[in-house]
């Protein structure tokens, strides 16, 4: 027999799912609560007693997304078998795969959150974690004192990478180059550059 506690959390595990659904193949418009709910497949009212609004459950999708993020870098980090540049590349990677599959997701992730308090703590506490996780990929390559500014260069590097794939400004036929290539470049410019430093 299914207690209240398990029929409560299947619920709204059904409703995050939904939503992550009509966000992937409609963008921020196509979820509300009355859709996300139909798609569930339970009553009208049952996502209003998990999310006071919409944004609280995109909120709470976007955070997801990030505590993935986060167990994704922190797998690759903890492979002891794969050199610092190698990981690095990696971990640019699993969120360059997020931005070119999910481009609504993607976005939500980046966005200020916005909802609930609760939703909002959860949010921000899971983009810390996916912050700490990548701090630590770029520390192992280039050692504290260059962390952050080498993180923030690649970060906002690999955002607009990824932008301009996804929206087919970076083509191979256009510029000869691969976003995947790219990135290797700016790891090796960054490798170079910290161990000259």
Do not use: C
């Not at 619920?11 to 139909?38: C, F, H, I, K, Q």
């Not at 609504?104 to 949010?123: K, Q």
């Not at 990824?162 to 510029?175: N, P, Q, R, Y």
């Amino acid at each position: 027999m299914v207690s209240r506690v398990e029929s409560a959390a299947a619920t709204r595990r059904a409703l995050l799912d939904a939503a992550a659904d009509l966000l992937d193949s409609g963008g921020p418009d196509a979820v509300t609560l009355r859709a996300v709910g139909a798609r569930a497949g339970v009553t009208r009212g049952a996502p209003y007693r998990h999310f006071p609004d919409k944004d609280s459950l995109l909120t709470a999708v976007a955070a997801e997304a990030l505590d993935r993020l986060a167990d994704q870098v922190r797998d690759v980090r903890a492979d002891p078998r794969v050199p610092p540049a190698d990981k690095l590349n990696r971990a640019l990677s699993s969120l360059m795969t997020v931005g070119r599959r999910q481009p609504h997701l993607y976005r939500l992730m980046f966005a200020s959150p916005a909802g609930d308090p609760t939703a909002i703590r959860a949010a921000v506490q899971a983009a810390d974690r996916a912050q700490d996780e990548f701090l630590a990929v770029v520390g192992d390559l280039v050692g504290a004192q260059h962390t952050r500014q080498f993180a923030a260069l690649l970060l906002t590097s690999v955002h607009g990478i990824t932008d301009m794939e996804v929206s087919g400004h970076l083509s191979a036929d256009k510029w000869h180059i691969t976003a995947e290539e790219l990135v290797s470049t700016l790891v090796s410019m960054i490798d170079r550059q910290a161990r000259s430093g």
